[in-house]
């Protein structure tokens, strides 16, 4: 085993232990790792993303669950309309995308290019969310059933695109939107993560080869990670922890932006990445 293969398998180990402390950011750690450490084209590690996230944060609902930190309600009421969504956009959304999107001012822009683009977004947004936010100190009292439908709909949508759990989304939507304390929303997440990540898989999966031979061992190790996550949990003080993953996540979504549209293109490029960035920001804002 190599140098590179051996650090993929350590970021699957981090990969787990991210779920296991703040129940999301496994997707923002597993895309990088398959595109820029083990070599996997775009498309392929956001399929991958699905399993290896999916598989660990069941694990994870499995062990809240038995806890009596799962609401099994809430899981019905956001995973379903999620686990559709997820299934369709990778099994029919994803493969009809052309290889070259569109172009601009003679760049093209490629179907994996668009991916990691808008994965880096993704990352962009949920850091300034993890590192902006105030402290989660109380909840919604009405259970908003329409709101937490929709909620499930746009983490399918974004789980099919990219690849990516949703985490991040789904406990704030568990939070204010269902009234559930942290523990339970954590754990609750993890199930949501879990059926829609999977279903998204399943739906990319379909008539594709899969190289079982390196996804499982790699989930296992994540597995693993998860185990020791939800042990660290317990010591660490989570609004500390949550701002410190935000700048990490940060640093990597800056760094994919870079090396997606900045670095091995002409100088052009530059002003359409910052248009991109600047437009993220403003939405954000």
């Not at 991210?18 to 820029?36: D, F």
């Not at 199930?191 to 594709?208: E, P, T, V």
């Not at 609004?239 to 002409?266: C, H, R």
């Amino acid at each position: 085993m190599d140098l590179l293969a051996i650090s993929g398998y350590f970021m699957a180990l981090l990969v787990g232990i991210s779920l296991g402390l703040v129940g999301s950011g496994g997707s923002i750690l597993t895309v990088p790792v398959l595109v820029y450490i083990l070599g996997f084209d775009a498309v392929t590690a956001t399929g991958y993303s699905l399993f290896v996230v999916g598989g660990t944060a069941l694990v994870g609902g499995l062990r809240n669950a038995y806890q009596h930190n799962v609401n099994f309600n809430i899981v019905l009421l956001f995973g379903l309309p999620s686990l559709i969504i997820a299934y369709l956009v990778r099994a029919f959304l994803i493969p009809a995308l052309p290889h070259i999107i569109f172009t601009v001012n003679n760049f093209a822009v490629t179907k994996p290019l668009l991916l990691m683009v808008l994965f880096a977004a993704i990352m962009l947004l949920a850091a300034l969310k993890m590192i902006r936010s105030a402290p989660v100190t109380s909840a919604a009292k009405n259970l908003s059933k329409g709101k937490i439908m929709i909620s499930g709909v746009v983490t399918g949508l974004l789980a099919g695109t990219v690849g990516a759990g949703g985490g991040f989304l789904i406990i704030p939507a568990l939070v204010f939107l269902a009234g559930l304390p942290m523990k339970n929303a954590v754990g609750t997440s993890l199930f949501i993560i879990a059926i829609q990540s999977l279903a998204g898989f399943a739906g990319d999966a379909f008539g594709q080869d899969t190289d079982w031979g390196f996804l499982l061992p790699f989930t296992a190790v994540a597995v693993a990670g998860i185990f020791i996550g939800i042990l660290a949990s317990r010591k660490i003080e989570g609004e500390k922890l949550k701002k410190g993953f935000g700048y990490f996540v940060l640093i990597m979504g800056v760094y994919i932006m870079v090396k997606e549209l900045f670095l091995n293109k002409s100088l052009c490029n530059f002003c359409y990445c910052m248009a991109l960035y600047d437009s993220v920001i403003l939405l954000y804002n």
